[in-house]
């Protein structure tokens, strides 16, 4: 079963899927948003003149993700129980991120017509830095990117998104109003990923016994990541 977790220490939410609340400034023509974006809360309801709703300007419904406060530089975790293929991704408003492409099917489709077991990735953006390469295999609790203001935003924040994937890694069912992305609360652990990797790591290290014979309880790769989490915490 899939369980997805908080890449982030924070627990702030700024914004949640399927939100509909921001208002972006249009130029003149009423065209197109200024970029950069400059945005506005809806106020009773409605966006202010010289402002239209942002995410239907995008083509969606509303929001595709969950966004989270983050500070600048902050950590980002590969935050679901599968292994995944990074992608290094940017747009074209100078957002970059990474999505983690699940090596397998984990999740029974629930869009449309599609009852199949499917793929899902993680998309994390706005980051200031990935710290994977294209391909790389990634695991839980595995350090991937840097928290920042990158593209579409407008403060530092992760944006955190759960999407149905083909093999190959593309995003499909893109006509879900969503992008592909989905509200993934009912998969939500409301718990930090390195505090649940702690925490099985103690259930593995009993007191007094640190390291049982024959088993190897981390590799070289996390114990490397808890190390950069503690010095840039
Ligand atoms: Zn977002």
Not at 52 to 68: I, Q, S
Not at 160 to 185: P, Q
Not at 201 to 207: A, G, R, T, V
Request: charged share 25%; glycine share 12%; with cysteine.
């Amino acid at each position: 079963m899939l369980s997805i977790y908080r890449p982030i220490e924070s627990s702030r939410v700024t914004q949640v899927f399927g939100a509909n609340g921001v208002c972006t400034q249009m130029m003149d023509n009423g065209v197109f948003p200024i970029r950069p974006f400059r945005t506005t809360p809806k106020q009773g309801g409605v966006c202010p003149w010289g402002y239209k709703e942002f995410y239907p300007l995008t083509g969606m419904k509303g929001h595709n993700g969950v966004d989270r406060a983050a500070w600048v530089g902050e950590p980002i975790y590969h935050s679901a129980n599968f292994d995944g293929i990074a992608h290094l991704e940017t747009d074209k408003d100078g957002g970059i991120g990474v999505d983690i492409v699940s090596v397998k099917n984990v999740l029974n489709c629930t869009e449309g017509t599609c009852k199949a077991m499917h793929r899902v990735k993680k998309r994390f953006w706005h980051c200031s830095k990935v710290l994977v390469t294209e391909g790389q295999l990634v695991k839980m609790g595995d350090l991937i990117a840097l928290a920042g203001n990158t593209g579409a935003s407008t403060g530092v924040h992760v944006h955190d998104a759960t999407k149905w994937c083909a093999d190959d890694g593309g995003a499909v069912h893109r006509d879900n109003g969503y992008l592909g992305a989905f509200d993934d609360s009912a998969y939500y652990k409301d718990e930090f990923v390195r505090d649940v990797i702690q925490q099985k790591e103690k259930m593995l290290l009993p007191e007094g016994c640190p390291v049982q014979k024959g088993e190897v309880p981390l590799d070289w790769g996390q114990k490397f990541n808890k190390f950069l989490f503690w010095i840039t915490k």
